[in-house]
Structures are given as C-alpha cells and as structure tokens.
C-alpha cells in the first residue's frame, strides 16, 4: 500500500509547495501597492515639509515660516473652532434622533431611518449649494438670517450649517449601534428599584453609549476638519486648512507650505485615530451571552416627542435636497421659477460634465470592481494563510492607516510622488487609473474591516480540512469563502461605488481636462456662477448613486438566492 502510494508524495509535496509560494507572492503584492499608493506618497509629502525650492533639507524653516503667517494660523483657529462647535451641535442630534429609533415605539422608523441615509448618496457640497438658495443673498429665506442678526450665510455660518447636515448620518449610524446593545435585565432591575426614568438615562444609557459618543465625536470633527467642498462653495473669505491647501498648492505653487498644512490636517486625524484605538481598547462587552434583548415599553406622550422631534429633522433633511432639486429645473432664479430642463442641457452639454459622469462611472465601477477584490484577497491572505509574519504586520498597519489619512492630504500626496519626472509610476499621474487607485487606497480601511469582519466569522476548520486533504487554498477560496462571504462584498462594492461618485478631496489634485470627474466639474460650474447647473449635476450623482444602490440590492438579493440557501 505505501508502496503504491509513494510515486504520489512528490507532487503532493509540490503541490503544497507552489500554493504555499502563490499565497506569499500575493502578499507581498498587496504590501507593494500600499508601499507605492499609500506610505510612498505620505512619506513625500513629509519630506517637501523638511526642504525648499532646490529640495535641500532645511529642517524645521518652513514649519516656522508657517507659524510667522498670521492669515494661515487664522485658518488654522478657524478649522478648529468650527470643527469643534459642528461636533457640538451634531452629536446632541444625533443622539437623539438615535435615542428615537432604538429606545421608543414609535411609528415610521425605517422611513426615518432612510431619509436619513440619503445625504450619504450626495456630494458633501449639495447641502451648501442648497443653503445658498436658501438663505443666499437672494434667497428664500434670507430675512430670517437678517431677523436674527447674520448679515449673510457665506462664511462660519454656512460651513457649520453645511457640515451638521452632511456628518449628521456618519454620526447617527455610530450611535444607533451604541444604543442597540442594550440588556433589558438592567432595566429591569432599575424598575424593581422604583429608578426614576431620569435617573436611569444617566446611569444606564449614557454609560452604556458613551464610548459611541466619543467614536462619534472623533468621525465628527474628523470629517469636518478635512472637508474641502463646503468651504470652497459657502465658505466665502472665510479661510480654513483644507482651502489653504489648495490654494497654496494650486494657486500659489508654494509646494512647502502647502506641505505643512497637509500635515496639520492629517495630525488631528492621526489623533483621532489613536484616541478612538485607545477607547476601543477599553470598551467592554455590552451583551454578555445571557443578556436579554432590550424591547421599549409602550409611552404614548414620549412616543409622541420622538415622532414629532425625527419628523422634523427629517423635513429639514428633506428641505435641503428638496431645494436642490427645485433649483436645478428653475429657470432663471429667483426670477422666472418656471420648470426647465435649461441647467441640466447647461451642465451636460454646454460644460461638458456628460463627459465627467463617464469619467466619474469609470472611476466607481474600477473601484467597486478592483477595490473590492484587493481588499478582499488581501484580507483572506492575513486571516486564512500562515508564513512571513513580519510582512503580515506591516500590511496590517498599512490596511488601517487610511482611515486616519484625510482624502485632501493623500492626493497632495499624489502630486508631489507621482508628478516627480524620476518616477517609474509619472505615466500614470493625471490618468483615472491613478484616481481609481487613489479612491480605493482612500477608502481602504472600511472595506478591509468589513472583509476581516466576515472572514473571522468563518471557522478555520475550513483551511484546515483542505490542508489535511492537500487541497491548494485557492481552490478552499474559490469554492468555499467567496461564495459564503458575498454578501460582504456586495456591502464592500456599494461602498467604492458609492464613495468614489461622491468624493472631492482627493480628486481636486488629480485630473486633468480630459479626466475631470463630475464632482469636480460640480466646483468648476459653481465657481463660474453656475450655481443652477452645479444644483442639477448634484442632483444627478445622488441618483446616479440612489439607482447604484438599488441595483446593488437587487445583486444581493439575487447571490443570497443562489449562495446563501445554507443559512436557512
């Protein structure tokens, strides 16, 4: 018998061999394109801040130069203070519009849960271009500002009022998840002690959602801080980090300074990353595996509060996308209101954006595609196969840095790595190949977490078995993991798709005219007074996003059909 066998232990050894080799290859693939998409262009943005003009090192100088500019350390107490007083503002609304749909009966909650979601199919800078219709200086509305003491709504006030309706869902989604791992057994005994309902808000419900609050908080004023669209729609003079650095790099060609700011936009993000890490660290376990779910009682008069408080954040929601819509068919604003289709032919034909929604589909759908197959082999290589443990640490670290490494900075970033004449990669600056790799290094860590998250749900029996049976991992991968982990990449394409038609930061620094995405083109048309056509191309991605979304769901309905028929 072990004679007949022997002729076949030789490929067998190979076969493990070869399959062991391709999953090291793949590795090490993986951490080449984090090292020159991601920690490459970082690390040169850290070097043009430590040199001048000539590329000498001058340690410090410029750092110095940057302290001694009054206007660019206003901009600097501005992105704060405004970042800060958004924060302040969001997170009580958010709370509470959370604390609605988790903790009272009341009626309608997934269509307030939906109008909700809706700002995150838009572009951030929608909310500002409907402000301006709004309360602009011909505005709907502009008494009231005028009743109230603001003289106008470009500047603080309109970024800040901008910022709390497009961070609001980000913040919401976090504190909803807080406030759904609740045990009713605390309750319970808080009621046989006759508690007041006072007193448990604050010794039960706000411990139990507090580190949500900080982690809601953090994304907060991260968001904000690093925003580029608002202020450079409503923002007016008022200047704020994220201007300045396009202004100096753009405008100025001062690549130096340019430098600077883009590292005190990423030091808050870096901080915010570590204080959320930290608290992470210290969360314990909400539900223990006795814990009861927690179902709200019946209170008609707080029932009521809830409905009436969600209804109407959910009309103001509804007013700023309504005023969008509203304003990109009227015709000539504010003086003919008549429907037209006049800024939609403006914006497609005669300034060209027809040719920036191609571009911005291309852009998604590479992202959605190889996004989600690169974050995915990625993830299964550090979870499911074993060797080069020091490689695996440093991919690691490389998957969750983009989460503290604002958009705005990571494109700065690209300008300086990728426009140097030296490099090997300079064919590709300017080219949606470049944007497309930049949007998925962007939102890497998302969609990293969301794979790691439904890899480590699956038993490692699985890897285990086919090495006992010498079956190469790729066949373990192709015939066992993906079909049951498809749900997770469905989530993980919307998301690319989503966030690649919707984002501005890091594309401002990377097209050129023959690559210039719709969103950008949005910017360009606002800047020349279009506002109407910039209305009516926002308009257009959010239902370009809206149909991506359902199509999308209808896939994961269909692959759950015919993938998912074990869970039943």
């Known amino acids: 018998m072990s004679a007949s066998l022997s002729p076949l232990l030789p490929k067998v050894r190979q076969r493990t061999h070869w399959s062991e080799r391709i999953a090291h290859l793949t590795l090490l693939l993986v951490l080449l394109l984090l090292l020159a998409f991601l920690a490459a262009p970082l690390l040169t943005i850290l070097l043009q801040s430590v040199q001048d003009t000539s590329e000498k090192y001058v340690g410090l100088a410029n750092f110095i130069a940057y302290a001694q500019t009054p206007a660019l350390l206003d901009s600097l107490w501005n992105s704060l203070w405004v970042s800060g007083l958004v924060t302040l503002i969001t997170l009580p609304l ?44 011909q505005g709907v509305l502009k008494s009231w500002l005028t009743a109230v003491g603001i003289d106008q709504i470009y500047g603080a006030t309109g970024i800040v009022l901008a910022e709390v309706f497009s961070v609001f869902p980000h913040a919401l989604m976090i504190l909803i998840t807080a406030l759904s791992l609740a045990d009713a057994r605390l309750y319970e005994a808080a009621d046989a002690l006759g508690t007041s309902a006072r007193r448990k808000f604050f010794t039960i419900t706000l411990p139990g959602a507090k580190y949500g609050l900080i982690s809601a908080g953090l994304v907060t004023f991260t968001l904000v801080i690093t925003d580029f669209g608002i202020p450079k729609v409503i923002g007016g003079n008022f200047n704020v980090l994220a201007t300045d650095v396009f202004k100096l790099v753009i405008g100025q060609q001062d690549f ?30 909400m539900l223990s595996a006795r814990a009861v779910p927690y179902k709200p009682k019946k209170a008609p008069v707080f029932d009521a509060l809830m409905t009436a408080y969600c209804t109407g954040s959910s ?29 939609y032919v403006m914006g497609l034909v005669d300034a060209e954006v027809g040719v920036g929604f191609i571009n911005s589909l291309k852009v998604a759908a590479g ?16 979870e499911k196969t074993k060797g080069l443990d020091s490689v695996r640490g440093v991919v690691r670290l490389l998957a969750m840095l983009p989460m503290a490494v604002p958009g705005l900075v990571l494109g700065l970033g690209y300008i300086f790595f990728f426009n140097k004449p030296g490099n090997p990669l300079n064919w590709m600056y300017q080219s949606l190949a470049l944007m497309t790799l930049a949007t998925i290094v962007h939102f890497y860590t998302t969609g990293h977490l969301t794979a790691v998250t439904a890899l480590k749900s699956l038993d490692g029996e699985f ?5 006992s049976l010498k079956v190469p991992f790729y066949t373990t991968f192709w015939r066992v993991t993906l079909p049951i982990c ?83």
């Open 463 to 467: 890897e285990s078995v086919s090495a």
């Open 367 to 382: 992202t959605a595609f190889f996004g989600t197959a690169l974050v995915f082999v990625a993830a299964y290589m550090l």
């Open 94 to 137: 958010a709370f509470l519009f959370a604390y609605a749909l988790t903790r009272s009966r009341m009626r309608f909650k997934p269509l307030f849960r939906t109008i909700t979601l809706v700002p995150l199919l838009a572009p951030s800078l929608l909310s500002a271009i409907s402000l301006i219709y709004w309360f602009g200086n």
């Open 486 to 568: 498809t749900p997770a990449l469905i989530d993980i394409a919307r998301y690319f798709f989503v966030n690649a038609m919707t984002t501005i930061s890091a594309m401002v620094f990377l097209y050129s005219p023959e690559t210039k995405v719709a969103s950008i083109a949005i910017l360009n048309l606002d800047e020349a007074g279009e506002t109407g056509a910039a209305a009516a191309m926002a308009v257009l991605i959010a239902i370009v996003c809206a149909t991506a979304t359902l199509l999308f769901m209808l896939l994961g309905w269909f692959v759950n059909r015919r993938t998912q028929a074990w869970r039943a």
């Open 256 to 285: 130096q300074r340019g430098a600077v700011v883009a590292l005190l936009l990423l030091t808050p993000a870096f901080l915010t990353f570590g204080v959320d890490h930290f608290i992470q660290r210290k969360q314990t376990a």
């Open 315 to 343: 009309l103001l929601i509804l007013a700023v996308l309504g005023m969008a819509v509203f304003a990109s068919f009227a015709t000539f604003w504010p003086y003919d209101l008549s429907p037209s289709w006049r800024h």
